[in-house]
Structure formats: structure tokens, C-alpha cells
């Protein structure tokens, strides 16, 4: 029997609730026989696992990683004096530079940190018996995790990825937050290079798997569309026989995935009917509306096709978690997306949609479909950044989408950058007039162009790469606008 619907926050493990001895098994003999690492000295048991000095190591193990540009062996000194219970190194313990036996962490080396991390994760993991949802994709597992994360947050103990933690550094601290009254974890699994989703499945164990789509992203690391599609397929493989697949089912690279695995399977849909489907997409100032199994209205606060998949998957999740329809439906209707995915910001009677998270082809035409998807009146301007790491393919993915600007009928267009010249260049070639497609240098030649060219009733989709920033234009534009001389619409009709 599900608990009832609370409004309550459910708080973690790694919050400070649940400390027990069953929570604490972090021992220094406990986890150098998790890592087969050596014990250099004992201590008081750990109550949880740290990477960043920079944020709270009282009670913790700081783990100190390598990477090319950072050691965390630099900082040990700092993990002691912040209160840390342990040290997992990979130098010997005369390296230390600074540290402070007094304060008598216990330390375990082992030969690489990073692996450890994962080995301890999985031990975690194996010794808690939470369910653990895996959710992966091209586009939109962040969004899906978030919305899971609070529908199950509201029936039961729940932990989930905070923000998106989703490589081999993210998924273990994900997992530490699993305590012994947690119920549900929801684990982000990302990817941008062969074998990562496949190590991280091992890692998590995950009973239920969800691939939100698969589409170009990542193909520098991946490869081609192909490798993206075997990538993900890992997470579904990984699955156990009495674990449940769920699939988009109107993408043909996740159908396929059915094959791989001995789980349970169910497909989305919102073209046909399926095990969890949708009809009747109605996009409005509130949101999406759509029909459930083609009965059921229901009314998501967010934009575009896109989020109706993700919906179709939180409800099937959450239906095999023995969570009640409508409580899923209830918390659906209220809970926000995650930051910076189709956020609707309004300044000055202009609507900005701040997706500006990151971009590749298919997240960016979804983005397209909601705007054009709109009634009423306004203009729709366009801004769009750079995609990156779309390999060989990048100059044709981003004539095409420039093309997609032009077939779903927006009324202007701003690349911002000479990466994103081709979107322009697509859009022209499509047969959208050259007077509505505007390229601007950077961000702020952006912003001032766009300052002279939005009047009240606009709407705006501002969408990125991640490293584009983009994110910085919408923050000015929301700051700015405001007291900034805005076109009239008599002046411009």
C-alpha cells in the first residue's frame, strides 16, 4: 500500500537523517576490502563519501580524485581540518602534504581513486534495498529525472541525482544518498564516450530502465547516430529479468532495444497506442494538455511534445513503484521542470523560454514544435547558439536545423556566434526572408539587438550548447528589459 500524497519534503540520508550504524559502514577496513585497497591507518567510521573539499567533509570519506586538471591530493589538508573521518588516496601516506595526524582520519590507498569511488558506490548500492530507477537519452533525462524524482518524493523516501550528476563521479555521490529508509532512487546515466552507461548500469544496478529517445549527440565521443543508439541500449541490457524496460516507442533505435533485454518492456507513444500513450496534444499559455491511454485529460506546466514523453514515462515508473494515478497525475500537474528546460520567464509582455541547458538537433526541434505550437498572437523569434559535439555531421545538422526554423513558421531568427552561421544559412536556404534572420557576433551584440527588436507579446526561445552560455543572454534580457526601451507594436506592426 502506497503512502498517501504529503506535501512534506522528503529528506536524505545524505541530509542527516537515518544516521545509524546500518547507514555507517564506512570503515576503514570496510572500504579497503570494498576498493581491495591497503588500510595506512584507522579511524572513526565515516558517515557518508565526499569529493569537494569546497563543500561539507565533517563525519565524511573525502575520496581525492585526479583528473588533468586537478588533484585532490592538494586538498587532503584541507578535508582533515574541515573535519573529514577518512582519506581514500592513491599516494603514499608520506605524500600528504600538510596533513594533520592529530585530527586522525583514516586513510586507505588504493591504486585509483576514481575506480574506487565506483567500487565503494556499488558496495553502497549493494547493501541498501531502495529501488533504483536508471534513466538515459539524448535529450530530456535530466527533465524526466526531476519530474520522477518528485512524483515519487511525495509517496515515499526518495533520493535522485541532484542537478545532473550523471558520470562515474555523479552516480556513485548519487547513490551514497540512498540511506536504509530510502524506497526509490532515481539515477541520471550519462554518457559521452563507449562503455561509460555500461560501467555506471554495473554501478547502479538499476531495476527499472528508462531511454527518454536517441539522437545526435555526442557523436564526437560516439561516433555516429548508431553509436549513440548501442550506448544507451546498455542501460536496457543491464536490467534485470524482473525488471521493467520502458522505451519510447515512436523512436525506432529504443523499440529495437526491446531485443536486449530478458526485463519486462513497455512503449510511449503519443502516434499510436501503446502501453502508456497520448492523444489529443494541445499546447496553451498553461502548459500541454493531452489525453492518458486517450481518455484521461491531463495538464503538464511545461511546453512541447518533448514533455509529454518524459511525462509518459514518469507515470509508467511510477505505476510499477505502486504509486496510485492519481497521485502521480497530481504531482505532475504542479511540480516544476528543471532549470533552464523550457523555463518561461516573462519581462516587459516578452516571454522568454530559457532552455538554454544545452542543445543538439532533436532537443532543439522539440523546442521549435512547442513555440510554433502556440496560439494567440506575438511573434516567435528564435535564438539559437552553437551545437557542439556533433563531430563530422555538425555543419549538416545545423543547415537542417536551420531549415526546421523555417518549416515550423517562426517569424525571426538569432544565431549568436560563427558556429551557429550555418543555422542561419539553413534557414535562408529554406526560404525564410533574409530581413527576419539576424547574426550577431556574441551575446552581447545578441542582447542589444534583441533589446531593439522585442515588443510586447513576444515569445522567444533561447536555446544552446552548454558551453555557449547562452544562458547569460537570457539572465541579461530578464534583468534588462525591464527599464530598457522596448519596440512598440504599433511601430513595428
Not at 536545423?401 to 539553413?426: F, N
Request: hydrophobic share 45%; glycine share 10%.
Amino acid at each position: 500500500m502506497v503512502a498517501p500524497m504529503s506535501r512534506r519534503r522528503v529528506v536524505t540520508e545524505a541530509e542527516g537523517r537515518g544516521r545509524s550504524p546500518r547507514a555507517s559502514w564506512l570503515t576503514a577496513a570496510a572500504v579497503a576490502r570494498a576498493t581491495a585497497g591497503q588500510v595506512l591507518a584507522r579511524g572513526r567510521t565515516a558517515t557518508g563519501v565526499t569529493t569537494d573539499t569546497r563543500g561539507d567533509c565533517a563525519g565524511k570519506l573525502f575520496v581525492a580524485l585526479r583528473g588533468p586538471s586537478h588533484d585532490g591530493h592538494d586538498h587532503v589538508a584541507t578535508a582533515v581540518a574541515k573535519g573529514a573521518a577518512g582519506l581514500l588516496v592513491s599516494r603514499p601516506q608520506h605524500e600528504l602534504v600538510g596533513l594533520d595526524r592529530t585530527a586522525a582520519p583514516f586513510v586507505v590507498r588504493v591504486e585509483d581513486t576514481g575506480k574506487a569511488l565506483l567500487d565503494l558506490a556499488a558496495e553502497h548500492r549493494r547493501r541498501h534495498r531502495a529501488h533504483v530507477v536508471g534513466i538515459t537519452g539524448s535529450c530530456g533525462k535530466t527533465s524526466t529525472k526531476e519530474w520522477l524524482g518528485a512524483v515519487l518524493a511525495a509517496a515515499m523516501p526518495t533520493v535522485r541525482s541532484p542537478g545532473s550528476f550523471n558520470n562515474q563521479i555523479g552516480v556513485p555521490l548519487t547513490l551514497f544518498a540512498i540511506g536504509p529508509e530510502t524506497r526509490a532512487a532515481v539515477v541520471e546515466i550519462g554518457t559521452n564516450a563507449p562503455g561509460e552507461i555500461e560501467l555506471l548500469t554495473a554501478v547502479a544496478r538499476p531495476e527499472i530502465g528508462i531511454v527518454t529517445c536517441v539522437a545526435p549527440a555526442h557523436l564526437q565521443g560516439l561516433g555516429s547516430l548508431q553509436g549513440v543508439a548501442r550506448e544507451k541500449s546498455m542501460l536496457i541490457a543491464g536490467l534485470p529479468e524482473h525488471g521493467l524496460a520502458i522505451l519510447n516507442g515512436d523512436d525506432a533505435a529504443c523499440r529495437e532495444m526491446a531485443a536486449l533485454t530478458a526485463a519486462k518492456v513497455q512503449f510511449t507513444s503519443v502516434t499510436r497506442e501503446a502501453d502508456w500513450f497520448a492523444t489529443d496534444l494541445r499546447f496553451h499559455a498553461l502548459g500541454t494538455t493531452f489525453l492518458l491511454q486517450g481518455q484521461r485529460p491531463v495538464t503538464l506546466p511545461r511546453l512541447g511534445t518533448h514533455v509529454v514523453y518524459n511525462a509518459l514515462a514518469v507515470i509508467a515508473a511510477a505505476h510499477r513503484l505502486g504509486v496510485a494515478e492519481d497521485d502521480v497525475l497530481q504531482a505532475l500537474a504542479t511540480v516544476p521542470s528543471a532549470a533552464r528546460r523550457m523555463e518561461p520567464k516573462v519581462v516587459a509582455g516578452v516571454t522568454i523560454f530559457d532552455d538554454t541547458y544545452n542543445m543538439n538537433p532533436q532537443s532543439a526541434a522539440a523546442g521549435l514544435q512547442a513555440l510554433a505550437g502556440l496560439g494567440g498572437g506575438g511573434r516567435r523569434i528564435v535564438v539559437f547558439g552553437e551545437m557542439l559535439e556533433l563531430g563530422d555531421a555538425s555543419e549538416s545538422l545545423h543547415r537542417g536545423l536551420g531549415a526546421e526554423v523555417q518549416r515550423t513558421r517562426q517569424d525571426q531568427l538569432v544565431v549568436v556566434g560563427a558556429g551557429a552561421g550555418p543555422i542561419a544559412d539553413g534557414a535562408v536556404a529554406a526560404g525564410m526572408p533574409a530581413a527576419n534572420v539576424h547574426r550577431t557576433t556574441d551575446a552581447d551584440a545578441a542582447f542589444l539587438l534583441l533589446r531593439s527588436l522585442l515588443r510586447a507579446g513576444d515569445r522567444v526561445l533561447c536555446k544552446a550548447s552548454r558551453r555557449v552560455a547562452l544562458d547569460r543572454l537570457v539572465d541579461r534580457l530578464v534583468g534588462e528589459l525591464p527599464v530598457a526601451p522596448m519596440a512598440r507594436a504599433e511601430e513595428n506592426a
